[in-house]
């Protein structure tokens, strides 16, 4: 991950983390929607986001911390802004150059970890039906007009088309698999190719696996430049687990989503 050495301005963090602002501290962040401060000498990173955005990643962090490899949640404050502490995973994301150089081992270790999660226990989780999400987006944005078809890979020539085949199929999707719910190669963090850690889970909960099946090959193509490891990842994770017409209706969820 990019880091960017800053001075962030106190007044514009709760005075609970100032005792954090001392030494070096990188801007980290990847998107636009939320700022990332690594904190080194603290061995965390402080996130903001808008109010109210970061609760369930909050909820989510901690009970995979629990189950599985997360950052352990140290704080949350939702004051004027949202604002989470983690503790720091070791290792470095799964688009560090070091990982990009070996390809093909990159893709079987991509698709074993996707076995990894997808196996482990729901009982507990915050969000029980990751499902609701996915159908409330996608009504609301197609009655507003807001839909991009690149999430299809060309099977729909028009948004109706599309909205069609989701609004007749979309009771097969499942809620039955725990998900990391935004499964792309940043998001996965790697100490000498063994995982130690997921990070951003704010999307994930118990749904239909074929949403992070869906992310795990579209991050292969979009950080790998090529569609080469697409077949070999669903190859990988297991084909008798993948269902096509699942797998398109997701796209077409991402499309309208």
Not at 14 to 33: M, N, Q, R, T
Not at 214 to 238: I, S, V
Request: proline share 5%.
């Amino acid at each position: 991950m990019e880091r960017k050495l800053i001075t962030p301005d106190p007044s514009a963090v709760p005075e609970v983390f100032h005792p954090l602002l001392k030494g070096e501290i990188y801007d980290s962040s990847c998107s636009a929607a939320a700022q990332v401060f690594y904190l080194p000498g603290e061995k965390c990173f402080l996130k903001t986001a808008p109010k109210g955005t970061l609760q369930k990643e909050k909820e989510l962090t901690a009970f995979c911390h629990r189950v599985y490899k997360a950052p352990e949640v140290l704080a949350y404050r939702s004051e004027e802004r949202d604002w989470l502490l983690t503790t720091a995973v070791e290792g470095e994301d799964c688009i560090h150059p070091d990982h990009l150089a070996d390809p093909k081992k990159l893709c079987e270790l991509w698709a074993e970890t996707l076995r990894t999660i997808h196996s482990l226990p729901t009982a507990g989780c915050p969000v029980e039906d990751h499902r609701e999400r996915y159908f409330a987006t996608a009504e609301e944005n197609y009655r507003r007009g807001e839909w991009d078809l690149s999430y299809c890979r060309g099977a729909f020539a028009t948004a109706e088309e599309a909205y069609g085949f989701w609004d007749s199929r979309r009771h097969l999707l499942k809620n039955d698999t725990l998900l990391h719910g935004d499964y792309c190669l940043p998001n996965v963090i790697l100490k000498d190719w063994q995982v130690s850690g997921l990070i951003d889970l704010g999307n994930g909960g118990v749904g239909d696996r074929h949403v992070d099946l869906y992310w795990g090959a579209w991050t292969l193509n979009f950080n790998l430049h090529t569609e080469d490891y697409r077949q070999r990842f669903f190859d990988a994770y297991g084909r008798d687990l993948i269902d096509e017409e699942r797998l398109l209706l997701v796209s077409v969820a991402e499309c309208f989503g």
